[in-house]
T-cell receptor, first 114, second 116 residues
Framework: AQSVTQLDSQVPVFEEAPVELRCNYS??????LFWYVQYPNQGLQLLLK??????LVKGINGFEAEFNKSQTSFHLRKPSVHISDTAEYFC????????????FGQGTTLQVKP | NAGVTQTPKFQVLKTGQSMTLQCAQD?????MYWYRQDPGMGLRLIYY???????DKGEVPNGYNVSRLNKREFSLRLESAAPSQTSVYFC???????????????FGEGSRLTVL
């Protein structure tokens, strides 16, 4: 069975500082990895995804993530955050079966302070 | 640009009452999902329908039933609501690409359910 662990429940950071949100996954099969963002009182939006190929994936709003198979990690990074990045971020894993189930981590709240 | 539409957006129930959450997508997606979101627990999969005519249990199916009415619609039913089912419920859909599910999961805006 697949699982996802987000290592930090809350990450406070000052505006224009870099940030890393950590995600580790567990799976015995090939996986697809995703990061989603949820702004207050909204649904989730896709930030980026890793399917195959280059381990460094770039997404929207200046975010990027690196797939590390040996460490089973998929950490999300941004070199300089803005107040508008304040939101909850979810890491998710999907296997290669045709069910399309996406298993989510517990979420990390990014709090950007002025 | 409707995408995934959920109704109702808010609902208050008493313990033991029943209700159905409706979900419809207009993107011609094959697969549809119901998640619940609780503080500190992320999103947990309740039920899913990989394709029209099929439904399967997810991580937390107890107390729920689903119906894939057609390709567009996927409803979630609480037969006898309990306070533990107080949560925000999200419907989502995605498509199959070449037999592999790699596409983006599109979410509705959520339905906030309170069971007293």
């Amino acid at each position: 069975a697949q699982s996802v662990t987000q290592l930090d429940s809350q990450v406070p950071v000052f505006e224009e500082a870099p940030v890393e949100l950590r995600c580790n996954y567990s799976s015995s099969v090939s996986v697809y990895l995703f990061w989603y963002v949820q702004y207050p009182n909204q649904g989730l939006q896709l930030l980026l995804k890793y399917l195959s190929g280059s381990t460094l994936v770039k997404g929207i709003n200046g975010f990027e993530a690196e797939f590390n198979k040996s460490q089973t990690s998929f950490h999300l990074r941004k070199p300089s955050v803005h107040i508008s990045d304040t939101a909850e971020y979810f890491c998710a894993v999907s296997g290669s079966s045709n069910t399309g189930k996406l298993i989510f981590g517990q979420g990390t709240t990014l709090q950007v302070k002025p | 640009n409707a995408g995934v539409t959920q109704t109702p957006k808010f609902q208050v129930l008493k313990t033991g009452q029943s209700m159905t959450l409706q979900c419809a997508q207009d993107m011609n997606h094959n697969s549809m999902y119901w998640y619940r979101q609780d503080p500190g627990m992320g999103l947990r999969l309740i039920y899913y329908s990989a394709s029209e005519g099929t439904t399967d249990k997810g991580e937390v199916p107890n107390g729920y039933n689903v119906s894939r009415l057609n390709k567009r619609e996927f409803s979630l039913r609480l037969e006898s609501a309990a306070p533990s089912q107080t949560s925000v419920y999200f419907c989502a859909s995605r498509t199959l690409s070449g037999g592999a599910v790699t596409g983006e999961l599109f979410f509705g805006e959520g339905s906030r359910l309170t069971v007293l």
